[in-house]
């Protein structure tokens, strides 16, 4: 039985480790308070193992086991990384118009800077511009702040698919991704993790969506985000995702690709046969030469100066601008009523 002398010190430590595990739960979902989760894990091994007790010590090597677990769960496993809802599951006549969005909208992680009034803000906008297809890219999803997806498909009444790639919201309340919203019932989703994965705690996802716009007509629009530190590594993903799209039908391609103009990136999909629409920036709509719509319009749109037309006020509500695109039926796809 340990002394008074002897036990004093433990009880002090295993004081000060219940202190830090206290700070590391207020603080999750940002950086430090993961960064405190593990320290108080290791710290936990450490005082079990300090004791010299072999029950404790199997308290210390468990602790450093969860901790590697913990580490395995958010960077390895796959678990509930696609979600699809569907809010309208009806057949709709083909329309002869769609109005589509491209739009990064800033996950905020990990400090998350006023990230309510940015939602709130972002959803009324896009409400604004009421466009038919929505491509989201760092689509946030928080313990604090909710699903931010889920948010915009019930005020706007939209379908939406969910493809994470970084975080997760089980463990550390965070994760981000691509998501893609329609007015039209989603009748697939795909998710896939872009090669290489560069650095190797950050995943770069795409996600196609099949679109059912009635009549036997559907719409593929696929969504992804490379690589902003290697144009080399962005490249590379680039061409994970013309391989990964090759086969679908006539797909629409937007996201935040992390190169200009011009690049290699962006040039292996003008290989395939799409169209830049809005040359200029590192956002891009990558549009199918062999599409049966033709482009009415596509501008920026989404910036501070579009939203004081937008909310009568100006905002900056994303480190990045929005695409919008105007699309006209050019022909009916054959088959199609």
Same mark, same amino acid.
């Given at each position: 039985?340990?002394?008074?002398? &002897?036990?004093?010190?433990?009880?002090?430590?295993?004081?000060?480790?219940?202190?830090?595990?206290?700070?590391? =739960?207020?603080?999750?979902?940002?950086?430090?308070?993961?960064?405190?989760?593990?320290?108080? *894990?290791?710290?936990?091994?450490?005082?079990?193992? =300090?004791?010299?007790?072999?029950?404790?010590?199997?308290? *210390?090597?468990?602790?450093?086991?969860? $901790?590697?677990?913990?580490?395995? %769960? /958010?960077?390895?496993?796959?678990?509930?990384?696609?979600?699809?809802?569907?809010?309208?599951?009806?057949?709709?006549?083909?329309?002869?118009?769609?109005?589509?969005?491209?739009?990064?909208?800033?996950?905020?992680?990990?400090?998350?800077?006023?990230?309510?009034?940015?939602?709130?803000?972002?959803?009324?906008?896009?409400?604004?511009?009421?466009?038919?297809?929505?491509?989201?890219?760092?689509?946030?999803?928080?313990?604090?702040?909710?699903?931010?997806? @889920?948010?915009?498909?019930?005020?706007?009444?939209?379908? +939406?698919?969910?493809?994470?790639?970084? +975080?997760?919201?089980?463990? $550390?309340?965070?994760? @981000?991704?691509?998501?893609?919203?329609?007015?039209?019932? $989603?009748? #697939?989703?795909?998710?896939?993790?872009?090669?290489?994965?560069?650095?190797?705690?950050?995943?770069? /996802?795409?996600?196609?969506?099949?679109? %059912?716009?009635?009549?036997? @007509?559907?719409?593929?629009?696929?969504?992804?985000?490379? &690589?902003?530190? %290697?144009?080399?590594?962005?490249?590379?993903?680039?061409?994970?995702?013309?391989?990964?799209?090759?086969?679908?039908?006539?797909?629409?391609?937007?996201?935040?690709?992390?190169?200009?103009? +011009?690049?290699?990136?962006?040039?292996?999909?003008? #290989?395939?046969?799409?169209?830049?629409?809005?040359?200029?920036?590192? &956002?891009?709509?990558?549009?199918?030469?062999?599409?049966?719509?033709?482009?009415?319009?596509? %501008?920026?749109?989404?910036?501070?100066? &579009?939203?004081?037309?937008?909310?009568?006020?100006?905002?900056?509500?994303?480190?990045?601008?929005?695409?919008?695109?105007?699309?006209?039926?050019?022909?009916?796809?054959?088959?199609?009523?």
């Amino acid at each position: 039985m340990a002394s008074s002398s &002897d036990a004093a010190p433990i009880l002090v430590a295993l004081f000060l480790v219940t202190l830090l595990w206290g700070a590391a =739960w207020v603080e999750v979902p940002t950086a430090l308070g993961i960064g405190l989760l593990v320290v108080a *894990g290791l710290a936990t091994a450490l005082l079990c193992l =300090w004791t010299r007790r072999r029950a404790a010590a199997v308290v *210390g090597v468990a602790c450093v086991a969860a $901790i590697a677990l913990f580490v395995i %769960d /958010v960077l390895v496993l796959e678990r509930r990384a696609l979600l699809v809802t569907n809010r309208t599951d009806f057949v709709v006549e083909p329309p002869d118009t769609l109005t589509l969005l491209d739009f990064n909208v800033l996950h905020g992680y990990s400090e998350f800077p006023q990230q309510e009034a940015r939602a709130e803000r972002t959803i009324a906008a896009i409400a604004a511009l009421d466009p038919d297809v929505i491509v989201l890219q760092e689509a946030w999803r928080t313990r604090r702040h909710g699903d931010f997806v @889920e948010r915009l498909g019930e005020a706007l009444g939209m379908n +939406g698919a969910f493809a994470r790639a970084n +975080g997760s919201l089980e463990r $550390i309340g965070f994760e @981000e991704g691509e998501a893609i919203l329609s007015r039209y019932p $989603i009748v #697939q989703a795909t998710r896939t993790q872009l090669r290489p994965r560069k650095p190797f705690f950050e995943r770069r /996802v795409a996600l196609a969506c099949v679109v %059912d716009l009635g009549g036997g @007509e559907t719409l593929t629009v696929v969504g992804t985000h490379l &690589d902003h530190r %290697d144009p080399a590594t962005a490249d590379s993903q680039a061409a994970h995702v013309v391989d990964w799209i090759d086969p679908l039908r006539g797909p629409i391609v937007a996201g935040d690709l992390n190169a200009p103009s +011009g690049s290699r990136a962006v040039a292996l999909f003008e #290989q395939l046969g799409f169209i830049d629409l809005l040359p200029g920036g590192i &956002d891009h709509v990558l549009f199918p030469a062999s599409s049966p719509w033709q482009v009415e319009r596509v %501008d920026w749109t989404l910036r501070p100066d &579009d939203l004081e037309e937008l909310l009568g006020f100006k905002a900056e509500i994303s480190d990045h601008p929005g695409i919008v695109v105007e699309l006209r039926r050019a022909r009916r796809p054959a088959g199609a009523r």
